[in-house]
């Protein structure tokens, strides 16, 4: 059973910075995509970065030039390092990682959640 860990949430003033890791644990044999995804309060979940298996990221409108991700194939772990934080950038964070499973199914794996708060 593969497990999803975020960590580096917390409170930041706007314009601050925060790193977002997410780790995994259990034996993943081909691991595709791994994304950030963050639900504000009363909004619905939205992709925030995604990054695919050649290193190719794709960013949300909205954090482009501000958020970065990235990932360490190594031990299957991606950040997301974000810059010049807004009040609007306040929800909690979700990590996502998409990989094939022993018979070649695709699998969706989540992590709990980190929060991060935009506050000044």
């Known amino acids: 059973q593969v497990q999803v860990v975020e960590s580096g949430g917390g409170l930041v003033q706007p314009g601050g910075s925060l790193q977002l890791s997410c780790t995994t644990s259990?034996?993943?044999?081909?691991?595709?995509?791994m994304g950030w995804y963050r639900q504000g309060p009363g909004q619905e979940r939205e992709r925030v970065a995604l990054?695919?298996?050649?290193?190719?990221?794709i960013y949300a409108d909205s954090v482009k030039d501000r958020f970065t991700i990235s990932r360490d194939n190594l031990r299957n772990a991606v950040n997301l390092q974000m810059n010049n934080l807004r009040l609007e950038d306040t929800a909690v964070y979700y990590c996502?990682?998409?990989?094939?499973?022993?018979?070649?199914?695709?699998?969706?794996?989540w992590g709990q959640g980190t929060q991060v708060t935009v506050s000044s």
């Open positions: 996502n990682v998409q990989y094939l499973n022993n018979v070649l199914r695709v699998i969706n794996t």
């Open positions: 259990g034996r993943i044999s081909t691991l595709i995509n």
């Open positions: 990054i695919n298996s050649a290193g190719s990221p």
